[in-house]
């Protein structure tokens, strides 16, 4: 049977909301470079079922097993695979911020070494 025509366009659009899985997917692919079918492959499943999957609710933390186990018996998905790339992400959506301050620091520190002054130059 054939996904309907609305599941790509809800799937798409769930990747901007930051409860579904499917802001989970967006955010990896984008953080790994993967396309939806590479990661359907990671995740050992269709590209429809990604889509399905998209429209899901992220686990919460305090019941992350028991929501993993039920996705699992829903769309027959890997439950380890999808608690890595979930996990990944959660880490790496709190890691930019301070990294692209780091960065920024890094880059001016740098400047600042470059530039050198008429007594530097002299000796």
Same mark, same amino acid.
């Given at each position: ?9 809800? /799937?798409?659009?769930?990747?901007? @909301? ?7 997917? =967006?955010?990896?692919? %984008?953080? #790994?470079?993967?396309?939806? !079918? !590479?990661?359907?492959? #990671? ?5 429809? $079922?990604?889509?399905?999957?998209? @429209?899901?609710?992220?686990?919460? #933390? !305090? ?9 699992? %018996?829903?769309? /027959? ?6 608690? /890595?790339?979930?996990?990944?992400? =959660?880490? @790496?959506?709190?890691?930019? /911020? ?6 920024? =620091? ?10 050198? $002054?008429?007594? =530097? $130059?002299?000796?």
């Amino acid at each position: 049977m054939a996904n309907p025509k609305w599941l790509e366009v809800a /799937a798409r659009r769930s990747g901007q @909301l930051s409860w579904t899985l499917g802001y989970v997917f =967006e955010q990896y692919r %984008k953080y #790994e470079g993967k396309t939806a !079918e !590479e990661l359907a492959v #990671e995740l050992d499943c269709s590209p429809e $079922t990604l889509e399905w999957l998209s @429209l899901c609710r992220r686990p919460s #933390e !305090e019941r992350f097993v028991e929501h993993l186990e039920l996705i699992e %018996k829903r769309f /027959a998905v890997e439950p380890h695979r999808l608690a /890595a790339v979930v996990r990944h992400v =959660e880490v @790496l959506d709190v890691l930019p /911020a301070s990294q692209e301050q780091e960065e920024k =620091e890094e880059s001016f520190l740098l400047a600042a070494r470059d530039r050198t $002054t008429d007594d =530097e $130059t002299s000796s």
